[in-house]
């Protein structure tokens, strides 16, 4: 069996488990659960395909592996393997549709769309694999940017995660929050910078299997394209429910670049306040 039918036997396997837990448990952020894992169970695949002895196949499962330990700790100290920590968006989501349609939507949205992007995100290793080439410039140069978007994303998450520290103690504190949501550091240049990290990163898992190739033209930029897509979908639902709590934030929307880190666009209520 080779790896990329091990691969599809391990993408069976989760679906069915998440499905299950889904079912017995009630709750349905499972695949939020497994998401920094079980990609980088496939690069293990691909990278053990090559007897882990391909400079650049062991390159993508060590940056890979970064990617998810990062992700798995950030998760983790928010609470996300706790019992009831489910995704805030699906009981928001439940609350607008009937149980059978969130039913269904569960099964093939939730379950088999997110998890066939777990697995196609990865398969740019697969490229590698079947391109089995020297680890040149190129391979170092992508290495060091996927490494710069790693720590970008590390400096976003952690300004996110002191910015809500520091409300919650506001808010124990009987005092009204001076800002509601988070304006400053990379969110200054980005509404949601940690998005844009993460999606970069897995471009230039593409950009790799490209390499390999010796052809941009790869049918596995699909992955990196349709998690871009998951999180145009994701960031407009989730600010739908944000501008819904804060008035505000549709000032914010209007000088900040959506998820492209860009210069912010001058004036504003919220930028006078933030200052």
Known sequence: MNALHVSLWVFAGVCLVVWLLSLVTREY????????????????????????????????FVLGALWGLRLTFNFARKGGYARGGEDYRWAVLRAKMAPWQFQVF??????IYQNAILLLITLPAYTALQHRSAYGPL??????????????????????WNFHGWKRGEVDAGREPERRFLQSGLFRFSRHPNFFFEQAQWWMVFVFGAIAAGSLWQW???????LTLLF???????????????????????RTSPVVPWWPRSGGIAQAQAE
Request: hydrophobic share 50%; net charge negative.
């Open 232 to 254: 145009v979908g994701s960031t407009k639902f989730t600010e739908s429910i944000t501008i819904g709590r804060y008035p505000e934030y549709a000032d914010y929307q209007r």
């Open 220 to 226: 596995t930029v699909l992955g990196a394209f349709l």
């Open 139 to 160: 391979d170092v140069v992508i290495t060091v940017v996927f490494l710069a978007f790693l720590v970008g994303e590390t400096v976003a998450d952690q300004q996110q």
């Open 29 to 60: 952020s499972w695949v939020d659960r497994i998401w920094s894992l079980v990609p980088v169970a496939y690069l293990g695949i691909f990278a053990g395909g090559a007897g882990f002895a391909d400079a650049r196949l062991d390159t993508i």
């Open 106 to 111: 569960n099964l093939f949205f939730i379950t």
